[in-house]
């Protein structure tokens, strides 16, 4: 089983900076792919970008497209989502979450989640 971590969230304004962490344990061999996926009030989860394990192929929801930055460190199993020029519309809970495969942008493509890390951004 995988379990997942993440950290890093808070209070921020906008055009500010966070930096999330996803902390990874167990059998990470079972996953390919790592992903950060948002959800605020009453909304559904929405994918934010999604890395390979295996490489530095990245993925990008077009929202986020030239702001955020996802990347990860095998040695320690953790990705990160460094997230610049924040919005109050990036206002969420933010969940990092693995699959077995690359790059999937639909929540039922993934099987192991965190249990997800606040981020405000105030006007």
């Known amino acids: 089983q995988v379990q997942l971590v993440e950290s890093g969230g808070g209070l921020v304004q906008t055009g500010g900076s966070l930096r999330l962490a996803c902390a990874a344990s167990?059998?990470?061999?079972?996953?390919?792919?790592m992903g950060w996926f948002r959800q605020a009030p009453g909304k559904e989860r929405e994918f934010v970008a999604a890395?390979?394990?295996?490489?530095?192929?990245?993925y990008y929801a077009d929202s986020v497209k030239g702001r955020f930055t996802i990347s990860r460190d095998n040695a320690k199993n953790t990705v990160y989502l460094q997230m610049n020029s924040l919005k109050p519309e990036d206002t969420a809970v933010y969940y990092c979450?693995?699959?077995?495969?690359?790059?999937?942008?639909?929540?039922?493509?993934?099987?192991?989640w965190g249990q997800g890390t606040q981020v405000t951004v105030s006007s």
């Open positions: 979450a693995a699959s077995r495969f690359f790059g999937m942008v639909y929540t039922t493509s993934y099987t192991y």
């Open positions: 890395i390979s394990w295996s490489s530095s192929s990245t």
């Open positions: 167990g059998r990470t061999s079972s996953t390919y792919g």
